[in-house]
């Protein structure tokens, strides 16, 4: 699959929209973020809710004691339960600062997963400069659901939910597409052959929006029965990338990020060799991922 991270600063200098925050601005950035996330984490305690440093957040909590230095989003993990729960009390306990999109409810849907943002804030970049989406700085939430006991069972249920995934994504992607997603895609020829195809499905796919889609993948693969086997199928490997063991992620292990406490999966080891292999080593820079941002305004 085409990897559009490693095209990300030779795009931002050859475009007029698109830029690196600054440092400055990515302090900015990252103080916002850590004052939303001790705001979601109070709600959490609040009702004994499990929340779990997902992804780069996690490793940047066992790397660098916080954030990962070039980075600039945090990502939480929250079982299917919990996350239900802290969409019902949403309204109630934070609806005076942030605003949030997910599917299958009364709020706006805008991806598979939940965006909880910030309201007077502005974090634009090229996939929802176009669209109808809150554009505030925003904390992603990934739902973990209990997978099927059943190898076999939990083998085709992970084929497809990748597939709708991919159709869902490609469907997003065609509806919302605009010239300077044109132009990211457009680097290489690798590049260009992903996106048109992408853009195929997509349009094949068009006989339901985006967002119906997002929300036919929500109700289909989650999971309530009980297992000792779960998986985060919108996350960052997505479903067979991200199948663990009960154990590797629970219970939750206190750790301190920016000074604050946090949690991360029990064997946080494997979860992190399991997504970045030797996590540890200092990537080159060229390798190191960031966003593509239009507008930022705190």
Same mark, same amino acid.
């Given at each position: 699959?085409?990897?559009?991270?490693?095209?990300?600063?030779?795009?931002?200098?050859?475009?007029?929209?698109?830029?690196?925050?600054?440092?400055?601005?990515?302090?900015?950035?990252?103080?916002?973020?850590?004052?939303?996330?001790?705001?979601?984490?109070?709600?959490?305690?609040?009702?004994?809710?499990?929340?779990?440093?997902?992804?780069?957040?996690?490793?940047?909590?066992?790397?660098?004691?916080?954030?990962?230095?070039?980075?600039?989003?945090?990502?939480?993990?929250?079982?299917?339960?919990?996350?239900? &729960?802290?969409?019902?009390?949403?309204? /109630? $306990?934070?609806?005076?600062? *942030?605003?949030? @999109?997910?599917? =299958? +409810? #009364?709020?706006?849907?805008?991806?598979?997963?939940?965006?909880?943002?910030?309201?007077?804030?502005?974090?634009?970049?090229?996939?929802?400069?176009?669209?109808?989406?809150?554009?505030?700085?925003?904390?992603?939430?990934?739902?973990?659901?209990?997978?099927?006991?059943?190898?076999?069972?939990?083998?085709?249920?992970?084929?497809?939910?990748?597939?709708?995934?991919?159709?869902?994504?490609?469907?997003?992607?065609?509806?919302?597409?605009?010239?300077?997603?044109?132009?990211?895609?457009?680097?290489?020829?690798?590049?260009?052959?992903?996106?048109?195809?992408?853009?195929?499905?997509?349009? &094949?796919?068009?006989?339901?929006?985006? /967002? $119906?889609?997002?929300?036919? *993948?929500?109700? @289909?693969?989650? =999971? +309530? #029965?009980?297992?000792?086997?779960?998986?985060?199928?919108?996350?960052?490997?997505?479903?067979?990338?991200?199948?663990?063991?009960?154990?590797?992620?629970?219970?939750?292990?206190?750790?301190?990020?920016?000074?604050?406490?946090?949690?991360?999966?029990?064997?946080?080891?494997?979860?992190?060799?399991?997504?970045?292999?030797?996590?540890?080593?200092?990537?080159?820079?060229?390798?190191?991922?960031?966003?593509?941002?239009?507008?930022?305004?705190?």
């Amino acid at each position: 699959m085409f990897n559009t991270r490693k095209y990300v600063s030779k795009i931002a200098n050859n475009s007029e929209t698109l830029y690196s925050l600054s440092e400055k601005e990515n302090i900015q950035l990252k103080q916002c973020l850590l004052k939303m996330y001790n705001d979601i984490l109070e709600v959490c305690i609040k009702y004994k809710l499990t929340v779990l440093l997902g992804g780069g957040s996690a490793l940047g909590a066992i790397r660098h004691g916080g954030f990962i230095p070039w980075d600039d989003d945090l990502d939480l993990n929250m079982p299917r339960e919990d996350y239900n &729960l802290f969409i019902q009390v949403f309204d /109630k $306990e934070l609806s005076d600062k *942030y605003e949030i @999109t997910t599917p =299958n +409810s #009364k709020y706006q849907t805008t991806h598979i997963f939940t965006k909880v943002y910030k309201k007077n804030t502005r974090l634009i970049d090229m996939f929802n400069s176009a669209t109808d989406t809150p554009k505030g700085i925003f904390i992603d939430i990934f739902p973990i659901e209990n997978a099927p006991k059943s190898k076999v069972v939990r083998a085709l249920k992970g084929f497809l939910s990748n597939t709708v995934y991919y159709i869902a994504a490609s469907t997003s992607l065609y509806q919302q597409r605009n010239q300077t997603v044109e132009e990211y895609f457009s680097v290489s020829r690798v590049g260009k052959v992903n996106y048109n195809i992408r853009k195929i499905i997509g349009f &094949l796919a068009s006989f339901k929006s985006y /967002k $119906e889609w997002y929300n036919f *993948y929500d109700r @289909t693969f989650t =999971n +309530s #029965k009980p297992s000792n086997v779960y998986c985060i199928p919108s996350g960052r490997n997505h479903y067979f990338g991200e199948i663990y063991s009960k154990d590797v992620l629970f219970p939750p292990r206190k750790v301190k990020f920016e000074g604050t406490i946090a949690y991360v999966p029990n064997n946080v080891d494997y979860y992190l060799k399991n997504l970045y292999g030797d996590y540890m080593k200092i990537p080159p820079e060229d390798k190191r991922e960031k966003h593509m941002i239009i507008k930022f305004e705190i």
